[in-house]
């Protein structure tokens, strides 16, 4: 059986359509994640929650298109 996570990350994203880029972005390399954003946090909140993702991939990813991105703990 394998253990589902839950990772919670601090971005840069302000704007709902970049919210809805950066999930299809993810949604295409974790599709079994369930993925979101509170942008109405002050730290921007990306969170996703699945079995099969590393937070190195997500930060690479999000820097790649330009945004910060990193663990919040």
């Known amino acids: ?3 589902k996570m839950v990772e919670v990350f601090k971005t840069n994203i302000e704007e ?3 919210a809805e880029n950066v ?3 993810l949604a295409v390399s974790f599709p079994e ?3 979101n954003f509170d942008l109405e ?3 921007k909140i990306l969170r996703l929650e699945g079995t099969a993702f590393s937070s190195e ?3 690479g990813l999000l ?3 330009g945004f ?3 663990p919040l703990n």
């Open 1 to 3: 059986m394998l253990h």
């Open 16 to 18: 709902h359509l970049q």
């Open 23 to 25: 999930i299809s972005l």
């Open 33 to 35: 994640c369930k993925i």
């Open 41 to 43: 946090d002050c730290d």
């Open 57 to 59: 991939e997500i930060i």
């Open 63 to 65: 820097k790649a298109k």
């Open 68 to 70: 910060n991105c990193e």
